[in-house]
Structure formats: C-alpha cells, structure tokens
C-alpha cells in the first residue's frame, strides 16, 4: 500500500502569500494619483491669478485709447494745426449767428380793434376787402364814397389807426400803408317779435370785431414781403 500524502507546509505558503502581492501593486499604483493632485490644484490657482491679469489689460488699453486723443487734440492747438470735425462745426456755426445778428430789423405793424359793432361780419368784409395795400389817403377816398353804413365804422378805426402810429410809434401819415384789415363775428344778440295768430318770431342782432394793421411803405429797393 502506497503512502497517503500529507500537508505540507511548502504548498501552503505560496497560497498564503498570492494575496499579499496582488496587494502590493494596487497600493503602488494608487500612489501616483494622490502626488498628481497637489499639481493639479497648483495649475488652476495659477489660471486663476492669470485671469484678473488678463481682464485688467484690456481696461487698461481703453484708458489709454481715450487720453490718446485728448492728448493728440492739444499737442495740435499748441502746434498751430488745423482744428479737427468739432473744431470745423463750431467755426462754421460762428459765420451762421452773425448773419443772423445782421439781418435787417422787421417793419413796425400798428394795430387799431372796434369791438362789438353792430353789423354782421358779413356786410363789414364787402367794403374792408378793397382796403389792403393801399395807401391812407387812398383808403380814406374809398370810405368816403362807399355807399355804405359800415363805411363810417370803418373810417372811424382807420383814423384811430393813424393816430396810433403818429403818437406811439412816430410814424408819419403820408409812408403808412393797410397792411390788413378784416372782419370777425362777434356775439349775437337774440330779440323776439310778436306775429301773427299769437306766435313769437326770433332776431338775431348780428356784431362783429373790426380790426385794420398799418405799416411804413416798404423803400423802393426792399421785397414786396410784409415784415
């Protein structure tokens, strides 16, 4: 009969110690990454810093583009250069303000109102419509011989007209013209009167606002415009 085999303690020990070497190459390999960390954290606060560097630089260049130009316009004044756009506007706007100073003054207009005269504005516009561009003495000859009762209305406030250049404006009868003269309505006036069979008939009373402006004759070079 052969020998039954027994446990020795050379096979076991190989067994045994398999688990320890895998052990040790995993612990191994683990190392690495915790020494690569520290680097990675020194890489992104380096970005960081970098970052507010980088952002400041381009402020910085806009201050100085700004301060280029302010120190460009200078320099030029004290060369004696010619001025710039804005230096062109301003100059051409001077030219422009003298003209406007030295346009010639307007004409004087004097006005003379006749207010709640009693006639419709309708038949005060059929004689004051031959009156503009004439001159007083000619609108006088054309009150006198219109056949007319508002006429007399009409004359009445060309003589206050008259009056009113002669003593407030010293304006000399014999260069005034009509400039305007023209008629509004006014307020009406409402009466009744009995009729027939008991009933009441309306009147309507018309008014009306007379009103004439007179100016100088213009002089013999001057526009036709009225000032």
């Given amino acids: 009969m052969s020998p039954e085999p027994t446990d020795t ?33 020194a890489e992104t606060e380096a970005a960081a810093e970098e970052k507010p560097a980088a952002e400041k630089k381009p402020a910085a260049k806009k201050a100085a583009a700004k301060k280029a130009p302010a120190k460009k316009a200078a320099a030029k ?3 004696g250069e010619e001025p710039g756009e804005e230096g062109k506007a301003a100059e051409s706007a001077k030219p422009r303000a003298s003209k406007k100073a030295a346009a ?16 419709s504005a309708r038949k005060a516009r059929m004689v004051c419509r031959h009156l503009p561009g004439k001159s007083v003495q000619e609108a006088r000859a054309i009150l006198a011989f ?8 009409w004359s009445k406030l060309l003589e ?3 009056a009113n250049a002669e003593s407030n404006h010293e304006l000399l009868e014999d260069d005034l013209i009509v400039r305007e003269a023209y008629a509004d309505e006014g307020p009406t006036i409402k009466r009744f009167r009995p009729r027939a069979m008991g009933r009441a ?18 002089e013999p070079g001057a526009s036709k415009k009225h000032g």
Avoid: F, M, N
Wanted: net charge positive; aromatic share 2%; no cysteine.
């Fill in 201 to 218: 008939a309306p009147i309507r009373k018309r008014t009306s606002h007379l009103t004439i402006t007179l100016t100088p004759r213009p």
């Fill in 146 to 153: 219109t056949p007319r009762e508002v006429a007399g209305a």
């Fill in 160 to 162: 206050s007209a008259v």
């Fill in 104 to 119: 010639p003054p307007r004409r004087r207009v004097v006005r003379a109102h006749a207010r709640y005269v009693r006639t």
């Fill in 77 to 79: 004044k004290d060369a």
């Fill in 9 to 41: 303690p050379e096979q076991d020990e190989p067994q045994a110690g398999a688990p320890e070497a895998e052990a040790k190459p995993a612990k191994a390999a683990k190392a690495p990454k915790a020494a690569k960390a520290p680097k990675a954290q």
